[in-house]
């Protein structure tokens, strides 16, 4: 079994960046029949105002981005989860951010609303960021099956919640997407720190696909996407390069690291999540 992550500095031009989406996936096409391909937050649209969310915003289940991203799925026969995507509900002037995860019939399989929001004060050249003034945030956790694994979903200020992790677990993941787009500063800190404290805890493969440059209003993102495993070994890091990249996963590794250190069955404390 494969997983890619694939790369991007997206920009607030919708047709250019599902554009770069379509060349890369064409270009290992061959590699790709029943892979998991994750995209990172704001695939379609970053690096403008918050409030432009709304204008290109579709209604769950049909538009013309989530037409593109199932048409896609159905031509390279692949599991992809399409980072995050503004979701229009009523008259509510903030959306959704929602992962989408397509199967390789074009269908929705499930989608997650980001739960944890970035409103935070950052050292950087944005400074302060606000994503409740445009964003709703969900509150439930999402799995879906791709080839027999259970796979949770996340989104990027969510791995800063690590009950939310142990939760997942809980309900069976053997692998966890995190579609995000942290910031340079926030990124150099801690972003790989995160992510293998996250696949070590909790004994699954964690894949963090992030944006990565400089972006059309001045805020920068860290890149360095990584697929990581259970034992906390990086499999894959791409630094600052654009692309798609992936590896091939083992989850029979997975149950033997499972078996000889059993810390699920040995936790003390259970977590309840509201």
């Not at 989608?111 to 935070?120: C, E, M, N, S």
Request: hydrophobic fraction near 40%.
């Amino acid at each position: 079994m494969k997983a890619f992550v694939l790369q991007m500095c997206s920009q607030p031009d919708v047709e250019s960046n599902i554009e770069f989406i379509r060349v890369e996936l064409a270009q290992k096409s061959s590699e790709l029949q029943n892979a998991m391909v994750i995209l990172p937050e704001c695939f379609a649209m970053f690096g403008g105002k918050e409030s432009a969310n709304r204008d290109i915003a579709e209604e769950l289940g049909q538009g013309t981005v989530q037409n593109a991203l199932s048409c896609l799925a159905k031509q390279h026969q692949i599991f992809l989860v399409a980072g995050s995507f503004p979701i229009i509900e009523g008259e509510d002037a903030r959306v959704k951010p929602v992962c989408l995860v397509f199967g390789p019939n074009g269908e929705v399989l499930t989608h997650y609303q980001k739960i944890h929001l970035f409103d935070v004060d950052v050292a950087d050249g944005v400074g302060r960021y606000r994503e409740s003034d445009a964003w709703q945030p969900g509150n439930e956790l999402v799995l879906f099956d791709w080839l027999g694994v259970k796979v949770g979903v996340a989104i990027c200020y969510d791995v800063r919640f690590p009950t939310m992790f142990t939760k997942l677990r809980d309900m069976g993941a053997q692998m966890i997407v995190l579609p995000s787009a942290f910031t340079q500063k926030t990124g150099e800190a801690h972003w790989s720190i995160l992510l293998r404290a996250r696949a070590i805890e909790n004994q699954v493969y964690f894949v963090g696909c992030n944006q990565a440059g400089k972006h059309s209003n001045g805020r920068e993102t860290y890149g360095h996407s990584q697929i990581v495993g259970p034992w906390g070994n990086v499999m894959l890091s791409t630094e600052y390069e654009l692309g798609l990249y992936g590896v091939d996963i083992d989850f029979d590794e997975l149950k033997q690291i499972r078996s000889s250190m059993p810390v699920q069955q040995h936790a003390r404390m259970k977590v309840e999540l509201d």
